[in-house]
C-alpha cells in the first residue's frame, strides 16, 4: 500500500511497485511546475524524489508512512522539460533504524535529469 496524502494528489502521481526493494512513480508536469527559466522547478523534482524513496517503505493499513526522510541530496544533471516525469527508486541498504536509498529521475524522452540519495528513519 502507497502513502496516502493530499501532497500527491496534487502532484497527480502515478505509482508502479516493481518489486519488494523498487518502485516507479510518473509525474505529469503541470504548468505551475515550470520556474522563470522554462524548466522545471528543482523544488519539484526533489518533492518527487521525496515521495518516492518514501514509499519504497509499505504504509501502513491507514496509509501512514512507516520512515520519514532524515537526510536527501538530489543532483540536477540536465534541465527538465517534457510531459512527465518518471522516478526510478531502490532501496540500497536496509538496517534496525535507517534506510539507505536511491532514486533517478528521468523526462519523457528516458534522459536523466537528476539522481537523489536519501536515508529514510523507520518509525
Not at 526522510?69 to 534496525?96: C, H, R, W
Request: aromatic residues 8%; neutral net charge.
Amino acid at each position: 500500500m502507497f502513502i496516502k496524502q493530499p501532497f500527491d494528489q496534487f502532484l497527480r502521481l502515478k505509482y508502479k511497485k516493481l518489486d519488494d526493494n523498487n518502485l516507479q512513480i510518473i509525474m505529469p508536469v503541470q504548468d505551475l511546475f515550470i520556474n522563470s527559466a522554462g524548466v522545471i522547478h528543482g523544488g519539484i523534482i526533489s518533492s518527487l524524489a521525496d515521495v518516492a524513496v518514501s514509499n519504497l517503505l509499505p504504509a501502513d493499513e491507514d496509509g501512514i508512512q512507516q520512515a520519514v526522510t532524515v537526510d536527501l541530496n538530489v543532483s540536477f544533471l540536465k534541465p527538465a522539460t517534457g510531459t512527465y516525469l518518471m522516478a526510478n527508486a531502490k532501496i540500497e541498504k536496509q538496517g534496525k533504524t535507517l534506510i539507505h536509498t536511491e532514486c533517478s529521475i528521468y523526462n519523457d524522452k528516458q534522459e536523466i535529469v537528476a539522481k537523489s540519495k536519501a536515508i529514510l528513519f523507520r518509525t
